[in-house]
């Protein structure tokens, strides 16, 4: 459905992208998560469109961003960040506004306004100024703007931001409803909405893609291979670290604190992700021990994405200037590589061009010499 292939954007010196690739499935629901100036609204202006790539190759359902610019925009719904409405307007107006900007046939904006309506929830306050409405209904007049005319992908930047609770929950299951029909981008700072939408995560930092996987994988590689366990316990005779020597999978036990009731809170890290509550629950009777509370601490998306770019390095102009002068030598050492092989592809297709003709040559004088022997045999007769 999307192919972003070795894409660049650079302005001067300064790479906004640097070399990103992924691909985006028909029918998923991505998440694209960075930080402030890593490049994801870049991306997703390269991808609708609206600014072109210094280098590379962006596919949209099969067409190619430079060369059929105007078929990639009839593909794309977009939603940009902070609901931009014309509050002059109702929200019907709105939405055969924008299905007269995508070239919406007169004869099927009537039927395509209604269905965006509907889809997203409007009917009762299709009549009413985009301006009198609450930020959830702004949020769903932006959505129907967006899924006019059934595109195929839709580009949702921030489309939970600013909402209470309720209205979070609502558009959440909004977004999911557009999985059977659209391929969608998800662009957000909440994280656990992203966790809970989204089947992939693109994660991009300082212009350059550094992760692409699930939500559940992310999460389990921000924990690794360990349990941790976060535990209350009453233990009078502070007995609960010896329990180290009983249980060989404990890798450590950290003390956190004394609480007012005298229990105290502790964590425990183990070398494998093999339950071992069981076990804790009869080595804690055996020592006197109360345990009053015990829980698995699991990583969340937010986890996954700090540890991911909380250590990537930053680097000077003189280091990115050499990482391109690097990748151009290698590419020309590629380009000189393949022209040897062709250049030996070619010596020894000759070569055996050559074997052939003189094998054809031999075969043909042999069959004449052959056919003499048979002539001269028939005269003697």
Do not use: W
Request: hydrophobic share 35%.
């Amino acid at each position: 459905m999307i192919e972003v292939k070795n894409v660049s954007k650079k302005y001067g010196k300064f790479y906004a992208v640097r070399d990103i690739s992924f691909t985006i499935k028909e029918g998923e629901i991505v998440g694209f998560l960075g930080r402030n100036g890593a490049g994801k609204s870049t991306t997703m202006n390269m991808i609708t469109g609206f600014i072109e790539p210094s280098e590379g190759t962006i596919i949209v359902n099969g067409y190619d961003v430079d060369r059929k610019p105007k078929k990639v925009k009839e593909q794309i719904g977009y939603m940009p960040e902070g609901t931009p409405l014309y509050y002059d307007l109702t929200v019907k107006e709105f939405v055969s506004y924008m299905a007269e900007l995508k070239l919406i046939p007169r004869k099927e904006r009537k039927a395509a306004v209604a269905k965006a309506i509907e889809e997203t929830g409007l009917e009762k306050v299709q009549n009413k100024l985009t301006k009198n409405l609450s930020r959830g209904y702004k949020q769903r007049v932006s959505m129907a703007g967006a899924i006019v005319g059934d595109p195929k992908i839709l580009i949702l930047d921030e489309p939970t931001v600013g909402l209470d609770p309720k209205q979070v929950i609502e558009i959440r299951e909004l977004i999911k409803s557009f999985r059977k029909n659209h391929t969608v981008i998800l662009s957000s700072h909440i994280l656990s909405e992203v966790s809970q939408i989204c089947e992939k995560v693109i994660i991009i930092d300082k212009g350059e893609v550094v992760a692409v996987d699930t939500p559940n994988n992310l999460e389990k590689e921000a924990v690794g291979d360990k349990e941790i366990l976060r535990l209350t316990v009453e233990d009078e005779n502070d007995k609960f670290e010896t329990i180290k020597e009983s249980i060989s999978n404990i890798k450590e036990i950290k003390f956190v604190r004394t609480n007012d009731d005298k229990s105290k809170e502790y964590v425990i890290e183990t070398n494998s992700d093999e339950d071992i509550r069981k076990v804790m629950f009869s080595k804690c009777a055996e020592l006197g021990v109360v345990i009053l509370e015990m829980k698995k601490d699991t990583a969340s998306l937010e986890d996954a994405f700090i540890k991911i770019v909380e250590d990537r390095p930053e680097y000077s102009e003189k280091e990115i200037e050499k990482q391109e002068y690097e990748k151009e030598l290698e590419g020309l050492r590629q380009e000189l590589t393949e022209k040897k092989e062709e250049k030996e592809f070619r010596k020894q297709a000759k070569k055996e061009e050559k074997a052939r003709k003189k094998a054809q040559k031999e075969e043909r004088k042999a069959s004449k010499e052959a056919s003499k022997e048979e002539n001269k045999e028939g005269g003697d007769k």
